[in-house]
């Protein structure tokens, strides 16, 4: 992995993120709790059509900042850097979750650099249920990540994957899951969520990308999204709110195919 320093509000970051393929850039922003390896399935999908860069946010993976809280513009500000880093003077923004949120915050902060932007599971505002959700898990991980870890596939997997799984298989999946060390201060950011200052400021093609079995993200915040992002499309996976996992291929079929159009319309003459 490669390393950049940022400033933040509340101090200095070196943010690790990693660069895998060439041609036009796609920065890829992971969910809370994981870390750049989520975006491996859609990575090895890219490599050959992009210049993909994918970061760790503050208390994920190799990342090291000043450990107090963090927030959305500070997020969007360690993915700008690696972005920059990376030579990236425009790119396509594709981001999971509190990933998707930094993307949209990214596309109505700095429009000029932003080609395109693929949301999912974004919200325009946490509300008051996000925030008792929000909480719970924060409670959760007060008795053990193993605590937390297994709620996660109650929270992130539908129906698809529970009649696929059995009681064993779902064990071993939990007993896999590595949960990061700044998982709480992520959640904390996730409260503080309001995007509704900047998406109108979105100019770049965007697709909202929800999932049918969200128990999340509801359809009315997918809505308010789709009303507020001019040029917004929208596309629904048959998945729950962990969709990058839980049907992996489709996901990133869905989500490189959108670039790749994006970019070849704006090469259109």
């Known amino acids: 992995m490669t390393v950049v320093a940022v400033t933040l509000a509340g101090g200095t970051a070196e943010v690790h993120y990693t660069v895998t393929g060439s041609g036009p850039g796609l920065l890829l922003l992971h969910g809370t709790a994981a870390t750049h390896e989520q975006w491996a399935p859609v990575v090895a999908l890219a490599r050959e059509a992009f210049t993909v860069v994918a970061p760790d946010f503050s208390g994920s993976g190799g990342t090291v900042d000043h450990g107090g809280p963090v927030s959305i513009a500070d997020l969007a500000a360690e993915a700008l850097a690696a972005a920059d880093a990376a ?77 696929a799984t059995t009681p064993e298989a ?57 009303t507020a992002i001019p040029h917004a499309n929208h596309v629904e996976l048959p998945a729950g709110h962990g969709a990058p996992a839980e049907v992996a291929a489709e996901f990133a079929k869905v989500l490189v195919d959108f670039a790749v159009q994006a970019e070849a319309d704006r090469l259109e003459p």
């Open 87 to 163: 030579g990236l003077t425009t790119f396509h923004v594709a981001g999971h979750s509190l990933g998707a949120v930094v993307a949209a915050h990214l596309a109505g902060t700095h429009p000029a650099r932003v080609r395109s932007a693929v949301l999912h599971a974004a919200w325009p505002k946490t509300d008051a249920r996000q925030d008792a959700e929000f909480r719970y898990w924060l409670a959760l991980l007060e008795r053990g990540t193993d605590v937390f870890a297994r709620m996660l596939p109650l929270m992130a997997f539908g129906p698809g994957y529970w009649a």
């Open 170 to 226: 779902n064990e071993d999946l939990v007993a896999q899951l590595v949960i990061q060390p700044g998982t709480a201060r992520q959640i904390e950011a996730d409260r503080g969520v309001d995007l509704r200052p900047v998406l109108g400021a979105i100019t770049a093609p965007t697709l909202v990308l929800s999932s049918a079995y969200d128990r999340l993200i509801e359809p009315a915040q997918q809505q308010e999204l789709l």
